[in-house]
């Protein structure tokens, strides 16, 4: 492994790092900085092997979010490990909460997990995606703004009914290029919740699904995880997770404040540059 291979799963890394779970799309950067600069594929070998340090690097966003949200996580299921930020009415955040709003996508993802892999991974439909999922989130800020008596204003103030509803978008997101963040955190402001509680649910709902679909997927391609690549995948999956890190805490640091109209912008001038960038290579 030479000191471009080193930046090249730096580089990778600190992508997903950054747009794994701001609303703008992983995928559409990947398709941009990976499939169409550095061609991991070619450099490590085969189109499997590159697909294997993808689903690395994505742990090492979602061990990201279990650092960021470890304490909140652990009251999920009743214990207390340090400071928790509860409501005071009795009202509390739990694992059924989330349980319910994984259980749409989950359903529909395992239904219709072939056809997803078969249509939808292609560029046309990511760009599309790109385009219906900054439109959604603009209409999830216009009707904030209409919207003054929150039904949801803290994370422990979340109904079950705001839950499920929640994952019903979530599902918008198994299209590639549409966001999870985007979609949900989309769902939770037209539900009634604030941004921030929306993204905290958000970024609490990825932890299983997220953990879950990478787990089965890296279990199946253990074979490929030779020594000749360790080294590649394990520079990818630390860039991931420092990233990720950062990228959390300065979005949920500044989702309260400019909403979600600067991103949904910049989702419509990226389609713009990876549709010049795709047909002009094509």
């Known amino acids: 492994m030479d000191i471009r291979d080193w930046i090249v799963a730096l580089i990778l890394g600190f992508v997903e790092g950054m747009t794994e779970f701001a609303p703008v799309s992983s995928t559409g950067h990947m398709i941009i900085v990976d499939d169409m600069l550095f061609k991991s594929a070619a450099l490590l070998g085969s189109q499997e092997v590159a697909n294997t340090f993808k689903v690395v690097i994505q742990l090492g966003s979602i061990m990201a979010v279990v650092i960021v949200f470890w ?58 995606a790109l385009v219906a999922g900054a439109i959604l989130m603009l209409v999830a800020d216009r009707q904030s703004k209409k919207e003054r008596n929150f039904r949801g204003n803290s994370l422990d103030e979340i109904t079950y009914r705001q839950a499920f509803l929640i994952g019903l978008f979530q599902c918008i997101s198994l299209w ?98 990876l549709a010049v960038v795709y047909y002009s290579v094509g």
């Open 71 to 128: 304490s909140r996580l652990w009251s999920l299921v009743g214990v207390k490990v340090g400071r928790t930020n509860t409501s005071s009415h009795g009202s509390h955040l739990r694992l059924s909460h989330v349980i319910v709003g994984l259980i749409p996508a989950a359903v529909l993802g395992l239904a219709f997990e072939d056809v997803i892999d078969k249509y939808l991974f292609r560029i046309e439909t990511v760009l599309l």
């Open 176 to 273: 590639p290029g549409f966001s999870r963040s985007g979609a949900t955190i989309s769902g939770g402001v037209l539900m009634g919740l604030k941004h921030r509680a929306a993204a905290d649910f958000t970024f609490i709902m990825a932890v299983p699904i997220m953990f879950g679909a990478s787990a089965v997927s890296l279990l199946k391609k253990w074979d490929v995880m030779t020594l000749d690549v360790l080294p590649f995948f394990i520079v990818g999956f630390i860039s991931a997770f420092v990233f990720a890190w950062v990228s959390i805490r300065f979005f949920l640091a500044l989702i309260s404040r400019v909403k979600l109209r600067p991103f949904a912008i910049y989702r419509i001038l990226l389609a713009i540059v």
